[in-house]
């Protein structure tokens, strides 16, 4: 448990961890279960609920239903546990998601009016395509750049 808690809390944690955790957890369960099947056969005869069984002999079936309640505790602070790691994995992969998505953002920012820009010009306008006026590739180039530069200031 604590290795896995130490790979949940690394910036970029293994995707090995998910698995890992689950198979954690159907093993926390499985002993878990088994733990508080055992207490139920135990706890009658550790009550004293059979007459054919001494009492000194119900005192060590109670001294098993301690440990196995102790067992059931600490499973279950073994769970939170193991939740706090799964968590721990999640919150690192939302913000490794946040990081890439923040850098698609400046990307689609930046070319959605480009893009928009060269179709309309490229389109609709024969501006380059005229021999007579040649800087107006260059006019229409650094319009384009000033719009960049002014989108990523």
Do not use: C
Not at 102 to 107: D, E, S
Not at 117 to 135: C, H, S, V
């Amino acid at each position: 448990m604590e290795d896995l808690e130490d790979r949940s809390h690394e910036p970029v944690p293994d995707d090995s961890l998910l698995a890992d955790v689950s198979q954690l957890r159907r093993d926390l369960l499985e002993l878990r279960r088994v733990a508080a099947t055992q207490m139920e056969i135990i706890e009658p005869v550790s009550d004293g609920e059979f007459d054919y069984i001494s009492e000194t002999l119900g005192r060590r079936f109670a001294h098993v239903r301690d440990h196995l309640l102790k067992v059931i505790e600490h499973v279950d602070s073994l769970r939170e546990l193991m939740h706090g790691a799964r968590d721990n994995y999640h919150a690192a992969l939302a913000h490794r998601t946040n990081a890439i998505m923040r850098t698609l953002t400046v990307f689609a920012s930046v070319f959605l009016p480009l893009s928009l820009a060269t179709g309309i010009y490229g389109m609709n306008l024969p501006l380059w395509t005229k021999p007579d006026r040649p800087a107006t590739l260059w006019g229409v180039r650094a319009t384009l750049g000033a719009l960049v530069g002014g989108l990523l200031w």
